[in-house]
């Protein structure tokens, strides 16, 4: 139990996909424009990076590696993200048209976003069991949400604040990650 919360804690703070690894930034800047749809984003990566996770191992596991096709690898998991994308894609489209349209072209962009293959990648690397997958995957995912979010409120608070001319726009957003990236690395002692 304690190995899980570490790599729990470990995927969502200290390893953080976004601040540490970099992955996933179109998303992280294109849609945390306002908490609640960066906070939807994040959901919705959340639950296709556990789903992904859980469903790469038991095919990597199952599939690839008693077949020997362990070079599939990739291939195959981009087309596990791209079906379970397309699931939440139509299930938002029914469920809440509104969210849909506000996340637009970045929901289908879920399926390129290389947070959610590089999870199911490190997870055969790192040769993770599947509890240990599902668990990385959420761990990793709820540190995308926790970045998006706080991304988010940072954008919405500098938007009504005085901001000198060159710095208007994208490169305040991209000094505020870059700071965020820098607190981040306080977690690093925390494991």
Request: net charge positive; aromatic share 10%; proline share 3%.
């Amino acid at each position: 139990m304690k190995e899980m919360i570490l790599l729990l804690v470990g995927a969502a703070l200290v390893n953080n996909v976004v601040l540490s690894q970099f992955y996933g930034l179109c998303p992280f800047l294109g849609v945390s424009k306002q908490v609640k749809t960066a906070a939807s984003m994040g959901l919705a990566v959340l639950f296709v990076i556990t789903i992904a996770s859980a469903i790469a191992n038991l095919i990597y596991t199952y599939v690839l590696v008693p077949l020997d096709l362990t070079f599939l690898q990739t291939i195959v998991f981009i087309l596990v993200i791209a079906a379970l994308v397309q699931f939440v894609e139509m299930f938002l489209k029914k469920s809440n048209p509104g969210l849909y349209k506000a996340l637009g072209v970045y929901l289908p962009l879920i399926t390129t976003n290389c947070a959610v293959l590089g999870v199911a990648l490190s997870n055969v690397q790192e040769e993770y069991g599947f509890v240990q997958s599902v668990v990385n995957g959420i761990g990793t995912s709820l540190g995308f949400l926790i970045a998006i979010v706080i991304m988010a409120g940072i954008r919405e608070k500098t938007a009504h604040n005085k901001v000198i001319g060159p710095f208007k726009g994208m490169p305040v957003v991209l000094f505020a990650a870059a700071l965020m990236a820098i607190a981040f690395t306080g977690f690093a002692g925390l494991i």
